[in-house]
């Protein structure tokens, strides 16, 4: 009895430890692929920062613009500014939300319902946004770094710069200037927009994987992880783009120029209108859309292939 205990526990644990690197790895892969949609979203969410509408520069029109000019006056490591930053990012952001939701979903069901495999979309949506928090606050100081990186233009540059030469140096000019409040600039923000993402991210994903098979007949397989992965990633981009550009503009500010999230909202619909709050839309979802469909996937074959080696390695040691 007690032995049995015992595999089961360690296998509790295995699966949290299995779901967090597969969620790590899974986004790093995703995020070599579309990290140049990142770094163009950020400088069209700083383009015109604060400035009247009919003043406002035109520096990238789009994603595919936006990308030629950045590798025709930068080069490639131009379009790659801040990828150290991120690749760190990533494994501690989907890491926690791929790691814990499932685990805080399961335990809250499991309190408020008899039966365990009850799917509630409030428990669904309030494990997503928790998960997702945690990560966000956890690796924030690398995403105020890697934004500020990605921001840098010598050619075309755009809201404030900061000439850091990479993601070490980033955090030791802040913290030598400003200290360990500097490196927690702007997390309110990334808690906001990281919460709004989450919190509709896997409950989408699992909603249409389970429509789709409900439905369509599609049975489990990479065409079910990529149906449900793009409808999942187009709500998420719709959801969290207005946080995420207020998250983008107070991580790049120098000083107080912002005192809050609802300042920086105030501010910035008051001077550049409502739209402002979407710039960068468009490659956002360039960036979103690949991003999830490569997380989601790749999340869910990591998973099986490490379950398959857990059952291996834990079958040996019960015998």
């Not at 990308?67 to 025709?72: A, F, L, N, Q």
């Not at 500014?81 to 335990?107: D, K, S, T, W």
């Not at 600039?185 to 994987?209: D, I």
């Amino acid at each position: 009895m007690q032995k049995t205990r015992s595999v089961s526990r360690a296998l509790e644990i295995s699966e949290l430890a299995t779901a967090f690197v597969a969620g790590g790895i899974a986004a790093c892969g995703a995020v070599t692929a579309t990290h140049p949609f990142e770094t163009v979203k950020i400088r069209m969410q700083l383009q015109g920062e604060l400035q009247d509408r009919g003043h406002q520069p035109k520096l990238y029109k789009g994603p595919f613009h936006g990308i030629s000019v950045i590798v025709r006056n930068e080069g490639l490591r131009g379009i790659y500014r801040g990828i150290g930053g991120a690749y760190v990012y990533q494994m501690i952001l989907n890491g926690c939300r791929l790691g814990f939701y499932e685990p805080l979903r399961h335990n809250l069901t499991s309190a408020l319902y008899s039966d365990p495999k009850v799917q509630s979309l409030g428990i669904n949506i309030f494990s997503g946004a928790a998960s997702g928090i945690l990560g966000a606050a956890t690796g924030s100081s690398f995403f105020l770094v890697k934004t500020r990186l990605q921001s840098y233009s010598p050619s075309a540059p755009v809201g404030t710069q900061h000439m850091y030469k990479n993601t070490f140096d980033g955090f030791r000019q802040i913290f030598r200037s400003e200290g360990i409040h500097g490196l927690s600039r702007g997390v309110t923000a990334a808690m906001v927009r990281t919460g709004f993402g989450s919190s509709v991210q896997l409950p989408t994903y699992f909603f249409a994987k389970r429509r789709l098979v409900r439905h369509l007949g599609l049975k489990e397989g990479p065409a079910l992880h990529f149906a449900s992965s793009t409808v999942s990633g187009f709500v998420v981009c719709c959801v969290m783009h207005p946080p995420d550009t207020i998250m983008s503009r107070m991580y790049n500010q120098n000083g107080d120029l912002y005192k809050g999230v609802f300042d920086c909202l105030s501010k910035t619909v008051r001077t550049e209108g409502v739209l402002a709050i979407y710039k960068g839309f468009l490659p956002h979802l360039a960036r979103i859309l690949p991003h999830t469909i490569l997380t989601l996937s790749l999340a869910e074959q990591t998973n099986k292939m490490m379950r398959k080696v857990e059952k291996a390695i834990l079958a040996e040691a019960v015998i």
